[in-house]
């Protein structure tokens, strides 16, 4: 199965488990694949064909500032059922980071596959 790809999308969220986390915004990085036959958009040059990484792009950076959790698990979990429901992907790759939520760690964060690659 075909591929369209979304890196390093950047939105400012609530999201903690610690009371201090639910007074502030904090960034969460996005890394979305997600599973798409680009045959019929590549064959007709239509991007009502294709799968629109900016749509989906919008899309994902309005559920994050829109909802409020406080694992990003459930974050993960809720936006790759959405991207599921409202897309037409056959499966969706989520890898989300919360960057700087551990001062000696480059990076952590949870990876999904939901669907069918
Ligand atoms: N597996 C997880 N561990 C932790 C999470 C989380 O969402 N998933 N969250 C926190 C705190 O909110 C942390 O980010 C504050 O620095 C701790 N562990």
């Not at 007709?44 to 559920?63: K, N, P, T, W």
Request: aromatic share 8%; proline share 3%; with cysteine.
């Amino acid at each position: 199965m075909d591929r369209v790809f979304i890196h390093s999308l950047e939105v400012l969220c609530t999201i903690g488990v610690y009371e201090w986390e639910k007074t502030i915004k904090q960034k969460l990085v996005f890394d979305l694949e997600l599973a798409f036959d680009n045959r019929p958009a590549a064959s007709s040059d239509d991007i009502h064909l294709a799968l629109d990484y900016a749509v989906l792009s919008q899309r994902v950076c309005e559920f994050a500032n829109n909802n409020t959790f406080e694992l990003i698990e459930t974050m993960a979990e809720r936006a790759a059922a959405m991207i599921l429901t409202e897309f037409n992907v056959a499966g969706v790759e989520l890898t989300l980071s919360k960057p700087g939520a551990v001062p000696m760690a480059a990076n952590v964060g949870v990876k999904i596959v939901r669907g069918q690659f």
